[in-house]
């Protein structure tokens, strides 16, 4: 199964700045998946990351605030960008395991905004 | 779009029990529909999943049933164990939209 890599961990960053969130996945996937995750709340998604073209928005998810790259099929980045304490959770990204068709996450990144 | 309810919220047994969480969902077209455990500060893990073509699948204390005409679909946990404690987390996929999430079960077996 495909084996994902996303980093940092966690981060404690100050209100006002950006953090970039990367993930690489060690084998070729059409499409990548940023979901955030409040503290003791679901998983719900931010964006579709599509290589060669624009990510697709969720609904209350918007471009400027979380910025995505998706230069080839096996990386993307997610920026939280003007991050206030609100941005506060784990953000994971996700793809499909075409050998068994499900879904699996990467080790998520726990940001703190102070 | 999809929208998935779970339910109980929070669900306590005893170890040796047995523990079910129910899911339902919205979208008929859905047709892939994974459980996800998650241990605190870990990220979520498939445990089963179950396809719209077949009505029950099983491996060994996990079962997950399907029943597509009341659009629901129940995760069973036999012979619970103190490590099977976690958040359970159902979801739903139609192929035309990435996975919906349910809100979570918190599963505690107690010793």
């Known amino acids: 199964s495909a084996v994902i890599s996303q980093k940092p961990s966690r981060d404690i960053c100050q209100r006002g700045t950006s953090l970039t969130i990367q993930c690489q996945v060690d084998s070729q996937v059409t499409m990548m998946f940023w979901y955030r995750q409040q503290p003791g709340q679901s998983l719900t998604l931010i964006a579709t990351a599509n290589q060669g073209s624009e990510a697709t928005y969720e609904s209350g998810f918007v471009i400027d605030k979380f910025p995505i790259s998706r230069p080839n099929l096996t990386f993307s980045t997610l920026t939280v960008s003007n991050m206030s304490p609100e941005d506060s959770s784990i953000y994971l990204c996700s793809v499909e395991i075409a050998s068994i068709g499900g879904y699996t996450f990467g080790s998520g990144t726990r940001l703190t905004v102070v | ?111």
Request: net charge neutral.
């Open chain 2, 1 to 111: 779009g999809e929208n998935v309810e779970q339910h109980p919220s929070t669900l306590s047994v005893q170890e040796g029990d047995s523990a079910v969480i129910k899911c339902t969902y919205s979208d008929s077209a859905s047709n892939y529909f994974p459980w996800y455990k998650q241990e605190l500060g870990k990220r979520p893990q498939l445990i089963i999943d179950i396809r719209s073509n077949v009505g029950e699948k099983k491996d060994q204390r996990i079962a997950v049933t399907l029943n597509k005409t009341a659009k629901h679909f129940s995760l069973h946990i036999t012979e619970t164990q103190p490590e099977d404690s976690a958040v359970y987390f159902c979801a739903a996929f139609s192929g035309n939209t990435p996975l919906v999430f349910g809100k979570g079960t918190r599963l505690s077996v107690i010793a």
